[in-house]
């Protein structure tokens, strides 16, 4: 599986799943943009990718604000030519039992994980209809289909990421757009382990179905696998929920 002389655009490239799919799609030799709003971690995933002789870039780019989003965009076709994937791997989630959201958290997470998605995804399909097609990778989450506990605002918004990436694949199909959804559970990344101690983590690895969390680089094997020409339009639309993520009796 190669991706030689593909360009991608990877928000979210500075941590976590976000960093192992653009340092994966380096590696299989795309042309890697990393959209992020953390700069030094950001410029460290560039220079990780240079040393192994990819080519990167980083933008510091905030996905709530279109043009930041327009910026990375037009950055990437300036420098590479155009988009051929996209892998949409930013978000952010913030725990807080339903009773307790007020408008302020609510506003933020929806902008962050929903609007975020959609300039993106705008953005680059604009470009990658003008180049006859490309591929679109949207990260969800498994809570968008359980609604899991505290998480109110994130279950929504991650919802919300499936069913405009539907909307998205029905209309752009036509110009051999394809648009997938990854939608991870429990992964070992900065996020999951945010607030949490090594009791807490172990405890929930327990109750998962495989007895671990999900690795951000088995994760990013699928990014890789979807980004590439040889996987075919009929898995175009679909989730894809990633193996072990589930808690048991779910």
């Not at 930041?68 to 950055?75: L, R, T, Y």
Request: contains cysteine; glycine residues 10%.
């Amino acid at each position: 599986m190669s991706l030689k002389g593909k360009s991608a655009i990877v928000t979210g490239g500075a941590s976590g799943m976000g960093r192992a799919s653009a340092v994966l799609l380096a590696s299989r030799g795309a042309k890697v943009a990393i959209a992020d709003i953390q700069a030094d971690k950001g410029e460290e995933v560039v220079q990780e990718i240079k040393a192994r002789g990819g080519t990167a870039f980083f933008q510091r780019t905030d996905l709530t604000v279109r043009k930041d989003v327009k910026a990375v965009v037009d950055e990437t076709v300036k420098r590479f030519g155009g988009i051929d994937v996209l892998a949409n791997v930013a978000g952010n989630a913030f725990h807080k039992p339903f009773l307790e959201v007020d408008d302020e958290l609510w506003d933020r997470t929806i902008k962050i994980n929903l609007y975020g998605t959609f300039y993106v995804n705008q953005e680059t399909a604009k470009v990658m209809v003008t180049q006859g097609g490309g591929r679109i990778i949207n990260f969800a989450s498994t809570v968008a289909a359980t609604g899991g506990a505290d998480l109110p605002a994130y279950a929504a918004a991650k919802a919300g990421v499936v069913t405009l990436s539907k909307g998205i694949q029905n209309e752009l199909a036509k110009h051999n757009i394809m648009v997938f959804v990854v939608a991870p559970g429990a992964t070992d990344t900065p996020l999951w382990r945010r607030g949490r101690t090594e009791e807490d983590l172990a405890r929930m690895q327990r109750r998962l179905k495989f007895g671990r969390a999900v690795k951000a680089e088995e994760t990013a094997e699928l990014v890789a696998f979807l980004a590439d020409d040889t996987t075919g339009h009929m898995l175009a639309g679909q989730t894809f929920h990633t193996c072990g993520a589930s808690f048991m009796g779910f």
